[in-house]
């Protein structure tokens, strides 16, 4: 009787906006101990608007350079840093870059043409860009191009990059507010961030307020910097949190929390947690996500709501108890 139960099961779950690919994990998930959410576009909106920027010509209280002594190469207007950011986000498909092209769009700058893309995953993007047309950018080499890389605390690590104090106070203070934060570096310098706001989905404090009456653990997974993976956990009351995670350790997460022996689901959308949501006892898909996404899920949850992953939780509770 037990597999007819378990098709009731899948197309209640179907009519529930819930894609079934494994039944054996549907069932399985009524024992689960802990939940990992990927924080962006799952807990948050995911729409980042740039609402702040700082550049290295930023008014400093410890240095107080005047505009007399600004002959490092490094100098930059706002504009100049926002448009050079455009450009390099130019061709990525990613939330922070749409963000930068609309904040460059918004000012009516001129973004200077760029080639060479390389998208660098989990970390932020790079190209050469033709600065022929600027200012104060042209010194960078003969050749009118220059290397500009645009992304977050993984990249500054990745690149080695030393970031200038005040746009370090600058990043810090924005990640207090739960603000994302990504850098310019041109040639090599670390000449402008910028703060971009994302939102708490409505959805997702009700979330883990019922994960908890379910006696579930609740962890987020994100690349971002600790300080607004911290903002967001606080804000939300998140038990556990995995900040600055590159997209090839996403899985190990979960296979810590796996060697402790809990039993954990995990709810992403990206490429980037294909990885994770196979190595999960129970992978669980969201909204439209992408192809790798829901190929690597045992379900796929087809509304973009995290409320169903409480649904799917509780479903497998009661099939399990009609299975008795
Ligand atoms: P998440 O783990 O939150 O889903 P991603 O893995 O897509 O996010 O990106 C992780 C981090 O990498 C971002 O917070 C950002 O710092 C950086 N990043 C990724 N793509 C870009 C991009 N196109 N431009 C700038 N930074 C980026
Ligand atoms: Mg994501």
Same mark, same amino acid.
């Given at each position: 009787?037990?597999?007819?139960?378990?098709?009731?099961?899948?197309?209640?779950?179907?009519?529930?906006?819930?894609? %079934?690919? #494994?039944?054996?994990?549907?069932?399985?998930?009524?024992?689960?101990?802990?939940?990992?959410? #990927?924080?962006?576009?799952?807990?948050?909106?995911?729409? +980042?608007?740039?609402?702040?920027?700082?550049?290295?010509?930023?008014?400093?209280?410890?240095?107080?350079?005047?505009?007399?002594?600004?002959?490092?190469?490094?100098?930059?207007?706002?504009?100049?840093?926002?448009?050079?950011?455009?450009?390099?986000?130019?061709?990525?498909? +990613?939330?922070?870059?749409?963000?930068?092209?609309?904040?460059?769009?918004?000012?009516?700058?001129?973004?200077?043409?760029?080639?060479?893309?390389?998208?660098?995953?989990? *970390?932020?993007?790079?190209?050469?860009?033709?600065?022929?047309?600027?200012?104060?950018?042209?010194?960078?080499?003969?050749?009118?191009?220059?290397?500009?890389? !645009?992304?977050?605390?993984?990249?500054?690590?990745?690149?080695?990059?030393?970031?200038? #104090? +005040?746009?370090? *106070?600058?990043?810090?203070?924005?990640?207090?507010?739960?603000?994302? !934060?990504?850098?310019?570096?041109?040639?090599?310098?670390?000449?402008?961030?910028?703060?971009?706001?994302?939102?708490?989905?409505?959805?997702?404090?009700? %979330?883990?307020?019922?994960? +908890?009456?379910? =006696?579930?653990?609740?962890?987020?997974?994100?690349?971002?910097?600790?300080?607004?993976?911290?903002?967001?956990?606080?804000?939300? =009351?998140?038990?556990?949190?995995?900040?600055?995670?590159?997209?090839?350790?996403?899985?190990?997460?979960?296979?810590?929390?796996?060697?402790?022996?809990?039993? !954990?689901?995990?709810?992403?959308?990206?490429?980037?947690?294909?990885?994770?949501?196979?190595?999960?006892?129970?992978?669980?898909?969201?909204?439209?996500?992408?192809?790798?996404?829901?190929?690597?899920?045992?379900?796929?949850?087809?509304?973009?709501?995290?409320?169903?992953?409480?649904?799917?939780?509780?479903?497998?509770?009661?099939?399990?108890?009609?299975?008795?």
């Amino acid at each position: 009787a037990i597999p007819l139960v378990v098709a009731i099961n899948t197309s209640l779950a179907a009519r529930n906006g819930m894609l %079934v690919r #494994d039944r054996i994990a549907m069932e399985e998930a009524r024992n689960l101990d802990a939940i990992i959410f #990927d924080k962006t576009g799952t807990l948050t909106e995911g729409e +980042h608007g740039v609402v702040d920027m700082a550049t290295v010509d930023g008014v400093d209280e410890t240095q107080s350079v005047s505009s007399a002594n600004r002959t490092s190469s490094g100098d930059v207007t706002e504009d100049e840093a926002l448009a050079l950011a455009a450009a390099v986000e130019s061709d990525s498909e +990613h939330m922070i870059a749409r963000a930068i092209r609309e904040a460059a769009a918004e000012r009516e700058l001129t973004v200077p043409a760029a080639t060479d893309f390389e998208a660098i995953k989990g *970390r932020g993007v790079r190209a050469n860009v033709d600065v022929s047309g600027f200012a104060s950018g042209s010194a960078g080499s003969s050749d009118g191009g220059n290397e500009v890389y !645009v992304g977050g605390p993984n990249l500054l690590t990745q690149l080695d990059s030393e970031v200038p #104090d +005040h746009l370090q *106070r600058f990043a810090d203070e924005a990640g207090r507010n739960a603000q994302t !934060v990504v850098f310019l570096v041109r040639d090599g310098e670390l000449i402008a961030a910028f703060a971009m706001a994302d939102v708490i989905r409505e959805e997702s404090y009700r %979330v883990v307020d019922a994960l +908890h009456d379910l =006696g579930i653990e609740v962890a987020m997974l994100t690349g971002d910097s600790q300080d607004v993976a911290n903002a967001v956990a606080d804000e939300l =009351g998140i038990d556990t949190v995995f900040a600055e995670v590159l997209p090839e350790d996403k899985d190990k997460k979960v296979q810590e929390l796996q060697d402790q022996g809990k039993f !954990v689901g995990m709810v992403g959308d990206g490429v980037n947690d294909a990885p994770a949501l196979t190595r999960a006892d129970v992978g669980i898909a969201i909204g439209s996500g992408t192809d790798v996404a829901v190929q690597s899920a045992d379900v796929i949850l087809v509304q973009n709501n995290p409320m169903d992953v409480v649904r799917l939780v509780k479903l497998s509770k009661a099939s399990y108890r009609k299975m008795q």
